[in-house]
Nanobody, 128 residues
Framework: QVQLVEFGGGLVQAGGSLRLSCAASGRTLSYYAMGWFRQAPGNEREFIAAISRNSGRTYYTASVKGRFTISRDNGKSTLYLQMNMLKSEDTAVYFC?????????????????????WGQGTQVTVSS
């Protein structure tokens, strides 16, 4: 089992940047493919990015591709999401998540049902 805690949310102006971090404890982070999700008020939780266990592959949903970058440092047990060119529609609670573990090193899970461990979320608010 892995425990996840997100950091780095806050208030930023449109066009600005934020970097979210997700600290993992318990089982080693390298055991898991990881993803970032977000949920705006009144909306369902939305998948936005994922990274394979060995960082060899990443995947982004169209709305963030080219603006957001997912990365990980398994030695530091930390997942990151660099968010640039932020827009008001990026306002949401952001969650990191881990899959069930021990997937192929290059596998990138893209659906919510593949993730089994979740952080508590961090609020990102983008003012226009």
């Amino acid at each position: 089992q892995v425990q996840l805690v997100e950091f780095g949310g806050g208030l930023v102006q449109a066009g600005g940047s934020l970097r979210l971090s997700c600290a993992a404890s318990g089982r080693t982070l390298s055991y898991y493919a990881m993803g970032w999700f977000r949920q705006a008020p009144g909306n369902e939780r939305e998948f936005i990015a994922a990274i394979s266990r060995n960082s060899g592959r990443t995947y982004y949903t169209a709305s963030v591709k080219g603006r957001f970058t997912i990365s990980r440092d398994n030695g530091k047990s930390t997942l990151y999401l660099q968010m640039n060119m932020l827009k008001s529609e990026d306002t949401a609670v952001y969650f990191c998540a881990a899959d069930s573990g021990n997937s192929d090193s290059y596998y990138v899970p893209k659906t919510t049902s593949e993730y089994h461990n979740w952080g508590q979320g961090t609020q990102v608010t983008v003012s226009s």
